[in-house]
Nanobody, 114 residues
């Protein structure tokens, strides 16, 4: 079973940047794809960005050009660099491993506000 721990959330002004990190343990990290999801109050959880074990990324249309997902397999870590943040990016951000069973972190809060 993979364990995931996120960090890096916080309060930021519109237009600002944050970098989220997710450290994985318990399995061979490079063997599986990873994803960052977010869930805002009253909304469904949505996939923000994903990355294959080999490093190929994909993004939701709402974050293309603003967010960058990356991974360091030597550090068992996946990152989400978020720039040009908007109030609508406010949510709990969760990291997930595409393993069987799926693994989820506890989430980290991102708030974009003046």
């Amino acid at each position: 079973q993979v364990q995931l721990v996120e960090s890096g959330g916080g309060l930021v002004q519109p237009g600002g940047s944050l970098r989220l990190s997710c450290v994985a343990s318990g399995s061979i990290f490079s063997a599986y794809a990873m994803g960052w999801y977010r869930q805002a109050p009253g909304k469904q959880r949505e996939l923000v960005a994903g990355i294959t074990g080999g490093g190929t990324p994909n993004y939701a249309d709402s974050v293309k050009g603003r967010f960058t997902i990356s991974r360091d397999n030597a550090k068992n870590t996946v990152y989400l660099q978020m720039s040009s943040l908007k109030p609508e990016d406010t949510a709990v951000y969760l990291c997930s491993a595409f393993t069987v069973p799926r693994a989820w972190g506890q989430g980290t809060q991102v708030a974009v506000s003046t």
